[in-house]
T-cell receptor, first 113, second 115 residues
Framework: AQSVTQLDSHVSVSEGTPVLLRCNYS??????LFWYVQHPNKGLQLLLK??????LVKGINGFEAEFKKSETSFHLTKPSAHMSDAAEYFC???????????FGTGTRLTVIP | DTEVTQTPKHLVMGMTNKKSLKCEQH?????MYWYKQKAKKPPELMFV???????INESVPSRFSPECPNSSLLNLHLHALQPEDSALYLC??????????????FGEGSRLTVL
């Protein structure tokens, strides 16, 4: 079985401070892992993906995530938050080659000026 | 700009109406998806088409009827909906299984309100 757990439903940070959004996964097979971002009333946009290459993955807008198999984690980080980062973030797992994505419940990021 | 285009962006319909949501992509993807998203929830998979054939139907009520006329188009026909069907409906596309790294390209969604 595959699933993802996003440990925080809401994270609030001050502008310019680091961001950490946590995600743990469970997968019986070699997983592909993703972070998607959704701004209000918009579709989902891919931030970054891990597909069994480098364990440290760099994405768009300064975000990155590290795949840690021993901890079954794929946490999303950014050194310095920007106001435009305020959005909903979804951690997603897929069995490679399959058609369905398993979404975490989402983390809402608030950035305080 | 998204490469998956959904129309209409907003739709209000009564419970006896028949309407359709449309989705179009020109990336050569052969898998297309419908997701339903309620407020403050993750998207829930409804249907998957692979090579224009329905491959996944997640036990969706028959008042939702998908159609894939060709590899670029995906429709969702709506009939006799209930107020609880009000949601954001997201279309997505991807490469097909085997070469699929899992990346889905999403449209901006159609926000449906059922009165």
């Amino acid at each position: 079985a595959q699933s993802v757990t996003q440990l925080d439903s809401h994270v609030s940070v001050s502008e310019g401070t680091p961001v950490l959004l946590r995600c743990n996964y469970s997968s019986s097979y070699s997983p592909s892992l993703f972070w998607y971002v959704q701004h209000p009333n918009k579709g989902l946009q891919l931030l970054l993906k891990y597909t069994s290459a480098a364990t440290l993955v760099k994405g768009i807008n300064g975000f990155e995530a590290e795949f840690k198999k021993s901890e079954t984690s794929f946490h999303l980080t950014k050194p310095s938050a920007h106001m435009s980062d305020a959005a909903e973030y979804f951690c997603v797992v897929i069995l490679t080659g399959a058609n369905n994505l398993f979404f975490g419940t989402g983390t809402r990021l608030t950035v305080i000026p | 700009d998204t490469e998956v285009t959904q129309t209409p962006k907003h739709l209000v319909m009564g419970m006896t109406n028949k309407k359709s949501l449309k989705c179009e992509q020109h990336m050569g993807h052969r898998a297309m998806y419908w997701y339903k998203q309620k407020a403050k929830k993750p998207p829930e998979l409804m249907f998957v088409y692979s090579y224009e054939k329905l491959s996944i139907n997640e036990s969706v009520p028959s008042r939702f009827s998908p159609e894939c006329p060709n590899s670029s188009l995906l429709n969702l026909h709506l009939h006799a909906l209930q107020p609880e069907d009000s949601a954001l409906y997201l279309c997505a596309s991807s490469q097909v299984s085997g070469t699929n790294t899992g990346e889905l390209f999403f449209g901006e969604g159609s926000r449906l309100t059922v009165l």
